[in-house]
């Protein structure tokens, strides 16, 4: 009964290969997002998404590409991996999208590049 | 300087002590969010507030919008407290993070 859950939970490929991330939500939500921690653990927003819409993008380079088939999953794929791609990746949910309602987040993924 | 200042960055206590974590900010909000990092890694909402004080059992958050200016009270300190507190404001339909606190009660 996992509300947000994120695949696979680690992951260690080398550099310049090309790697993806599955989140879904079984919370009914309609807003999802991608973060990425760093390595001093600073969170930062990559991407929102609202009924399947691209709302944030926030600044993140070519090579992230999210796509969201259904307002229940938020993939995340990233081509030609570089070291600095190092860091854990969470996925969230909430509802609407709105300050007021929670952020309900996946278990993170932990990505090492080689 | 970054748009969410928090402090301290680390506390240590001891169990039962009142703990208090500061939260400024700089960007625009409609809500304030306090997250809690666990230990393994796993995030959780713990708040959100625009204005006032909210309780959950032995926390307490409190903002003063017009100061920019929020705090994270937890009473009577436990060991399972332990962990790192993020304020985060919402503001253009996005969190933005603080550095985090990193909280250590010990027994």
């Known amino acids: 009964d996992t509300a947000v859950s994120q695949t696979p939970k680690y992951l260690v490929t080398q550099m310049g290969n090309d790697k993806s991330i599955k989140c879904e939500q079984n919370?009914?939500?309609?807003?999802m997002y991608w973060y990425k921690q760093d390595s001093k653990k600073f969170l930062k927003i990559m991407f929102s998404?609202?009924?399947?819409?691209?709302?944030i993008n926030e600044t993140v380079p070519n090579r992230f590409s999210p796509k969201s088939p259904d307002k229940a999953h938020l993939n995340l794929h990233i081509n030609s991996l570089e070291l600095g791609d190092s860091a854990v990746y969470f996925c969230?949910?909430?509802?609407?999208?709105?300050?007021?309602?929670?952020?309900?987040f996946g278990d993170g993924t932990r990505l090492s590049i080689l | 300087k970054n748009e969410v200042e928090q402090s301290p960055q680390n506390l240590t206590a001891q169990e039962g002590e009142f703990i208090t974590i500061n939260c400024s900010y700089s960007?625009?909000?409609?809500?304030l969010h306090w997250l809690q990092q666990h230990p393994g890694g796993g995030i959780v909402s713990l708040f959100m507030?625009?204005?006032g004080k909210k309780k959950h059992g032995r926390l307490i958050a409190t903002i003063n919008i017009q100061e920019k200016h929020s705090s994270l009270h937890i009473t009577a300190s436990h060991p399972r407290d332990s962990a790192v507190y993020i304020c985060?404001?919402?503001?253009?339909?996005?969190?933005?993070f603080g550095t985090g606190t990193r909280l250590t009660i010990i027994p």
């Open positions: 969230a949910s909430s509802l609407g999208g709105r300050a007021h309602q929670p952020q309900h």
């Open positions: 919370l009914g939500h309609d807003t």
């Open positions: 998404y609202n009924n399947k819409e691209l709302i």
């Open positions: 960007v625009g909000i409609s809500a």
């Open positions: 507030l625009s204005s």
């Open positions: 985060a404001p919402f503001g253009n339909e996005k969190l933005t």
